[in-house]
């Protein structure tokens, strides 16, 4: 049998939720492998139609999503014509609700998201749209491998003509920071633990902050092209920005706020969004 393969295909930003960590950014590279016989042009599928199908099917089902695992025991369904209107309860007894339209959730089986899990849901999936001369289907997610300091983080963007207008999708994202000019591994980590698995929102986007059970939490909400969107979260897993969350005013945000901590120091931030892009701010 003959195989095809194609490294890098594309990469998944999404966003899952965990029992523990809450909501979670993330960001997996995707790897294909197709077995199958020749077709009549001699190929086993034209690499000129990868990204067309295969690309597109995978974004469609999960990138820019929230992936919800639909047999976690602590998870309510607050609208049974609605799949994205829930409230996820996390071990430490604070919870996180979300709504938005059917077409930013993604729903799948298990009490957990793990990788292999989803790789198989998406090989099954390709079989049944590729061609009959195509017999197997195989997928490898994996993560990017950082030297260094990286960040998990969820956001949404309501300006945003394409899917990240959708209120919790999101990265993981390595971070790198000069001072005067030399790489500052301490700054890195400093940011790498001060935002691991934090939702990043606008201030204009927040319409209620109050206290349940003596935890403080905020409410952001927005009217998009998609839809209306809007989710609650404890404060302490938040972090408010004035202006927009894009890459760019990320990468000023986190200037600004190292520059509070080292006023003497030239800081230079290249922020990443995911894998391979970001934005650069200095000053």
Same mark, same amino acid.
């Given at each position: ?16 939720? #965990? ?14 492998? !197709?077995? *199958? ?13 990868? =990204? ?18 639909? #047999?976690?025991?602590? !998870?309510?369904? !607050? ?42 849901? !998406? ?34 963007? =309501? ?34 633990? &001060? ?16 206290? #349940? ?23 302490? &897993? ?14 000023c945000y986190l200037r600004d706020e190292t520059r =509070? ?12 969004? *995911? ?5 650069i701010a200095e000053g």
């Amino acid at each position: 049998m003959n195989r095809l393969f194609v490294d890098n295909l594309t990469v998944i930003d999404f966003a899952y939720l #965990d029992r523990h960590r809450g909501l979670v950014g993330e960001s997996w590279i995707v790897d294909i492998e !197709l077995a *199958g016989e020749l077709n009549d042009a001699g190929m086993v599928f034209d690499f000129g139609h990868v =990204k067309s199908t295969i690309k597109a099917h995978i974004d469609d089902q999960v990138d820019h999503r929230l992936l919800i695992p639909a #047999d976690y025991p602590q !998870l309510q369904w !607050l609208d049974p014509e609605s799949p994205g209107h829930f409230r996820w309860h996390l071990e430490d007894g604070t919870w996180i609700e979300h709504r938005s339209p059917e077409q930013a959730v993604t729903t799948v089986p298990g009490e957990a998201v793990e990788r292999q899990a989803i790789a198989t849901r !998406l090989s099954e999936s390709l079989q049944r749209v590729l061609p009959d001369n195509v017999h197997d289907v195989r997928i490898n997610l994996r993560l990017e491998q950082i030297d260094g300091a990286w960040y998990h983080y969820a956001h949404g963007l =309501k300006k945003h003509d394409g899917n990240c207008q959708r209120i919790a999708h999101g990265h993981r994202s390595r971070i790198q920071i000069l001072r005067n000019g030399e790489r500052a591994p301490d700054l890195e980590h400093y940011w790498g633990g &001060r935002w691991r698995d934090i939702y990043l929102a606008t201030a204009d986007d927040r319409s209620a902050t109050f206290e #349940d059970a003596g935890i403080s939490y905020h409410r952001f909400s927005y009217e998009s092209d998609q839809g209306h969107f809007e989710i609650t979260l404890p404060a302490a &897993r938040t972090e408010i920005m004035g202006p927009d969350t894009t890459v760019e005013w990320i990468a000023c945000y986190l200037r600004d706020e190292t520059r =509070k901590l080292e006023p003497e120091s030239r800081i230079e931030v290249y922020a990443f969004e *995911g894998v391979n892009k970001g934005a650069i701010a200095e000053g």
